[in-house]
């Protein structure tokens, strides 16, 4: 064996993290650290004006949490995905909890009129991120003990989503539509992949357009969010003044943006551009090619977790499957959300960008997702590898 031969069998070893005699998907992996990388780029120039005499505050803050969520990552890609479906109420119950104690103050730290964080010393722990992986896990668990009632029961969504308006209930008490919101369609697509009635689909659109309404007119803080978000510059100096810099930033980045580092509106005009705003700043400094490039990544994801999910359904596992769906629908709405805030397509919403925006709660707890997706695709394809053998003996 030469010594290329060596360096390329360690490379090799080096890059297989499970057994010789077994595969991954390689390219989800990649992704996730693509992705992850890609952020640690975006929020480290988007931060730079942020804190006095130390513009690298947000960039080391933002590398630790990278380090932080790789190590996640290989932890929870060990973790046999029976315990999860053995645990899942347990996770319920700890959601629950965490939702109750931020919401205490002394406990919960508030921020900007909202209580959503407990201060861990390093960083502030967000329990509406554990929260949306907890409900996810839930419901896959449910949705398998409960598979033939679900589908075959008028009202067998009743359960779900009294669940999830627990949880609801309490991100509101912070407050935290967007994050209620999420909680709402992942149970909704869930019930959806089941093959829930259809009665039950149209009475969720009439219940959740409802309340979603009578959140929105009873506020005054989110009725004007969602009326400054169809003009943001009739009032661009007051309820319209974030959106309309972060419509400015993607003006002046056109199509090839300014490049790296050549961002004016983080500068003191885009108020926090590294969090909910950061692709605001790519798109300034990277133009729309570089938001293309991130779009394509992440829906590149998207689908690997879709096929994950339906390739684990084929192999008759229904939590995996189920699970993995789950994750998928999660990861696209809140991009999609992110994304079309920041365009003022929608309202803005306090939902970061998946993998990109700075937050160690959102890229922890994102990570251990990925981690899931990884661990159901490698043991689908062990379950192949086995039922292929059993066909040649």
Same mark, same amino acid.
């Given at each position: 064996m030469t010594f290329l031969d060596k360096i390329k069998d360690n490379y090799q070893d080096w890059l297989r993290i499970t057994p010789k005699n077994s595969l991954y998907d390689r390219g989800l992996f990649w992704l996730f650290i693509i992705l992850l990388l890609v952020g640690v780029v975006a929020v480290s120039s988007a931060s730079v004006a942020e804190v006095d005499k130390n513009p690298f505050f947000y960039t080391k803050r933002d590398l630790s949490y990278?380090? #932080?969520? %790789? &190590? +996640? @990552?290989?932890?929870?890609?060990? $973790?046999?995905?029976?315990?999860?479906?053995?645990?899942?109420?347990?996770?319920?119950?700890?959601?629950?909890?965490?939702?109750?104690?931020?919401?205490?103050?002394?406990?919960?730290?508030?921020?900007?009129?909202?209580?959503?964080?407990?201060?861990?010393?390093?960083f502030n722990f967000q329990p509406a991120e554990f929260a949306k992986l907890a409900l996810t896990c839930f419901l896959a668990g449910y949705f398998t003990r409960r598979y033939d009632e679900v589908r075959s029961r008028k009202l067998s969504a009743f359960k779900p989503l009294l669940v999830m308006?627990?949880?609801?209930?309490?991100?509101?008490?912070?407050?935290?539509?967007?994050?209620?919101?999420? #909680?709402? %369609? &992942? +149970? @909704?697509?869930?019930?959806?992949? $089941?093959?829930?009635?259809?009665?039950?689909?149209?009475?969720?659109?009439?219940?959740?357009?409802?309340?979603?309404?009578?959140l929105v007119v009873t506020s005054e803080y989110r009725w004007k969010r969602m009326t400054s978000f169809m003009d943001p510059f009739q009032d661009y100096l007051g309820d319209g003044y974030q959106l309309s810099q972060s419509l400015m930033a993607f003006g002046r980045g056109e199509f090839f943006g300014e490049g790296l580092g050549n961002s004016i509106q983080k500068l003191g005009a885009l108020p926090e551009p590294h969090t909910d705003f950061v692709l605001a700043i790519v798109g300034e400094e990277f133009g729309l090619i570089g938001i293309f490039v991130i779009i394509i990544l992440l829906s590149l994801l998207i689908f690997k977790a879709l096929s994950i999910g339906k390739n684990a359904l084929l192999?008759?596992?229904?939590?995996?499957?189920?699970?993995?769906?789950?994750?998928?629908?999660?990861?696209?709405?809140?991009?999609f959300v992110n994304l079309g805030m920041a365009l003022g397509l929608l309202p803005t919403k306090g939902l970061t960008f998946p993998l990109i925006s700075y937050g160690g709660s959102s890229l922890i707890i994102m990570s251990m997702a990925v981690s899931i997706l990884l661990r159901i695709d490698y043991e689908n394809r062990q379950m192949t590898i086995g039922n292929a053998i059993l066909r040649d003996d």
């Open positions: 990278f380090l #932080l969520s %790789v &190590i +996640t @990552f290989f932890v929870f890609l060990k $973790v046999h995905t029976e315990t999860w479906k053995k645990y899942h109420v347990y996770m319920f119950w700890i959601a629950l909890f965490l939702l109750i104690i931020v919401l205490i103050p002394g406990i919960g730290s508030k921020v900007n009129g909202s209580r959503r964080w407990i201060n861990l010393i390093y308006g627990t949880m609801g209930v309490l991100l509101i008490q912070q407050p935290d539509l967007g994050s209620t919101v999420v #909680l709402f %369609v &992942i +149970t @909704f697509c869930m019930l959806f992949i $089941v093959g829930a009635h259809l009665f039950q689909f149209l009475a969720l659109i009439g219940i959740g357009g409802l309340l979603f309404g009578v192999l008759e596992q229904r939590f995996k499957g189920f699970l993995a769906f789950g994750i998928s629908f999660w990861i696209f709405f809140q991009g």
